[in-house]
């Protein structure tokens, strides 16, 4: 039986790792492990890479998320416009802030947030009072719209760019998942929007050796903001004009994130290669069309952080392959309207259908980029083999 790992990141370290540690030695030797040379050198890179002016090195993806809604002022009495099918992070750090977080449904297709479902609520469920858009239903100003680029595959930021500038909101991206994702339009993930916020969690397709993030813009006054609100709010030192927070990425963590931005791409291409053998081999395969595969809207660039299928029988199915030593994950069990910590929203089950669906049918297949042909075509073996004994 083989054995096929959700991810393997031994394997993807053997191949950088006479690079990096050098690296880490002259960190430690140099005892700079505060935002130091590698840390500046890496925002100007990660930047260029994302197609934004300014980076910000932060401490997590979260951390990324919460400093930009804290750079845009938003806090009580405001109200942001997100996915409920997503990491927790999104929508806590909406809470965090004393803000609320407003969920509109998903694209089926993509997982991403529908833009139909958020141009019905800005039309049906809001509405200007004193020249400010609010809910109709809490009063609450709505300030920003928070998409998220699910699975490595942009959200439809042109029309959700759109329908944000109409009403006058601010735009963060969530693209924790989606380094060097591109939308239809060729723009990157981080470009498009006020803030881009980056994870680089150590599954990510750019990850560190522990926690580290990132945040994007193109707005000069607006990367500085950030830049001092990542220290507590002083500039100069021990002078606060903001109440800021500890969001500070790490010098080595920077250090072993220059190594592996030159790798990207490549590993990219790796994981951009596994999904179309899986999608060939599922097409091919007499289980074809009992699970869907992802699918990657026309001129897009997917960066497959996750390879998802939609699949009935779905808890079933993952039991299936783990007796058969493949790795899965479910990317989300649980959408974040029907969290308990989120039930004073007062959301019911049937609110959005299709993140419910989504949370009952998704499982993630290994797609990292050093698989093997034979491992790939084990883990398909393996599927038809449990839906042709449930026939």
């Known amino acids: 039986m083989l054995k096929v790992p959700l991810l393997d990141l031994k394997a993807q370290f053997a191949t950088f790792r006479d690079e990096v540690m050098p690296l880490i030695e002259a960190v430690c030797a140099s005892q700079q492990f505060i935002l130091g040379a590698h840390t500046r050198a890496l925002e100007s890179e990660t930047a260029a890479y994302c197609g934004a002016r300014f980076g910000i090195g932060v401490s997590s993806g979260t951390d990324a998320l919460l400093l930009a809604a804290m750079g845009l002022g938003i806090g009580a009495g405001d109200e942001v416009i997100t996915s409920p099918f ?55 100003r709505i300030a920003a719209l928070l998409p998220v680029h699910l699975y490595g595959q942009c959200a439809d930021l042109e029309r959700l760019g759109a329908l944000a500038r109409a009403h006058g909101l601010r735009v963060i991206e969530d693209a924790a998942q989606a380094i060097g ?37 193109n707005d000069a006054a607006l ?59 599922f097409a091919a395969s007499k289980i074809a069309g009992r699970i869907a595969t992802p699918r990657a809207l026309p001129g897009v660039r997917h960066i497959y952080n996750q390879y998802v299928v939609r699949a009935p029988d779905r808890d079933a199915l993952r039991a299936h392959l783990a007796d058969r030593g493949v790795g899965t994950e ?23 259908p299709e993140a419910e669906r989504a949370a009952a049918e998704c499982l993630a297949l290994p797609i990292y980029p050093e698989l093997e042909r034979a491992q790939l075509d084990y883990v398909v073996e393996s599927i038809a083999a449990f839906y042709s004994a449930t026939a």
């Open 330 to 352: 479910i990317y989300y069990p649980v959408p974040l309207h029907l969290q308990e910590c989120f039930a004073y929203l007062g959301h019911r089950r049937g609110d959005f």
């Open 181 to 217: 994702s591109e939308s239809a339009g060729g723009a990157r993930a981080g470009s498009i929007g006020d803030v881009g916020c980056f994870s680089f969690f150590p599954t990510k397709n750019l990850g560190a050796f522990g926690d580290a993030g990132l945040c994007t813009t």
């Open 86 to 140: 997503t990491f927790f992070a999104t929508a806590g750090t909406i809470a965090r802030l004393g803000a609320r977080p407003v969920f509109c449904d998903i694209d089926p297709v993509t997982f991403n947030l529908s833009t139909e479902a958020v141009a019905a609520f800005l039309e049906h469920g809001c509405e200007r009072r004193d020249g400010i858009l609010r809910n109709r239903v809490t009063g609450g």
């Open 223 to 281: 990367a500085e903001r950030l830049t001092i609100l990542r220290v507590h709010g002083g500039h100069p030192k021990y002078y606060h004009r903001y109440v800021g927070g500890n969001f500070r990425i790490d010098e080595l963590q920077s250090a072993v994130l220059r190594v592996k931005l030159k790798y990207l791409d490549g590993w990219t291409e790796g994981r951009q290669r596994n999904a179309a053998h899986y999608d060939g081999a």
